[in-house]
């Protein structure tokens, strides 16, 4: 089985990109229109992304400020779309707040030199459970990355001080 993995930088709290992975408002603004939110294990996010019927997870991890897994449940018979893959796969959204070590100052003033102050959230995510031989991998691995600089601008336009850019 594969697995893509993603490492994201975000120039905001925990608490704010838990908030965006996790509840109705911050998925709805990154990852199309969420019709639900997720709050706890054995919870079903279901997403409307116009596939002819609504993408499901069930949680199946969630510690606050830290983690949350999904397992996809939809089952799409389209081999033309890119989530008849997804049935069984994991999708984990990993938080951990950025070193403020001399190891890391180099990335920290290259990526936020603005405003070198701010609190940076590393999210790490996978989906996990591809095959090996899987047509759309390499597709929906360019569409994670894509997706994930939408949650991140989201998030740090939520954490930016009125009147910031």
């Not at 279901?46 to 449940?73: K, Y």
């Not at 031989?133 to 997706?147: E, H, K, S």
């Amino acid at each position: 089985m594969s697995t893509i993995r993603h490492e994201i930088w975000i120039q905001a709290d925990r608490p704010t990109v838990f908030d965006a992975v996790t509840t109705q408002q911050g998925l709805d603004a990154w990852w199309g229109k969420a019709l639900n939110g997720a709050a706890q294990v054995g919870d079903v996010v279901e997403f409307d992304h116009g596939l002819g019927a609504s993408l499901r997870m069930r949680v199946t991890d969630f510690v606050p400020n830290q983690r949350v897994e999904w397992e996809c449940i939809s089952d799409f018979s389209d081999p033309g779309s890119p989530a008849s893959e997804w049935l069984g796969s994991r999708l984990r959204f990993t938080l951990e707040q950025a070193p403020a070590d001399a190891q890391h100052a180099w990335l920290r003033e290259r990526l936020f030199a603005e405003h070198p102050e701010r609190e940076i959230t590393i999210l790490r995510f996978q989906h996990a459970g591809w095959a090996a031989d899987a047509r759309w991998y390499g597709f929906c691995n360019t569409a994670w990355g894509v997706t994930l600089a939408g949650i991140q601008q989201h998030c740090e336009a939520m954490a930016a001080p009125h009147g910031d850019d």
